[in-house]
């Protein structure tokens, strides 16, 4: 079992900057791969980014390549998503997952566990 709690949501405006974490608990993080992924209102969940086990590979939905980036610090349980120029319609609930399939995922059935979601505001 691998608990996650997602922190670092808020209100932002448009064009400024904001650093979710994902921290983990339970078993050996570097064991897993952990993908972004998030939901808002009366839409389905979508996949945002993907990070490996050790942070050579990342993979970003094309809606948010280039301004927002995915790292961890295995050292702390910890991954990241970097959300630099959000765009008011990056306002939702942004979730982490973790799972141990040796590739990468990109769908959120793959994922096994998952964290509360924080919600993110992009004020225009």
């Known amino acids: 079992q691998v608990q996650l709690v997602e922190s670092g949501g808020g209100l932002v405006q448009a064009g400024g900057s904001l650093r979710l974490s994902c921290a983990a608990s339970?078993?050996?993080?570097?064991?897993?791969?952990v993908g972004w992924f998030r939901q808002a209102p009366g839409k389905e969940r979508e996949f945002v980014a993907a990070i490996s086990r050790s942070g050579a590979v990342t993979y970003y939905a094309s809606s948010v390549k280039g301004r927002f980036t995915t790292s961890r610090d295995n050292a702390k349980n910890t991954v990241y998503l970097q959300m630099n120029s959000p765009k008011a319609e990056d306002t939702a609930v942004y979730y982490c997952a973790a799972d141990s399939r040796l590739y990468v995922a990109r769908i959120a059935s793959a994922y096994d566990y998952w964290g509360q979601g924080t919600q993110v505001t992009v004020s225009s």
């Open positions: 339970g078993r050996t993080f570097s064991n897993y791969n």
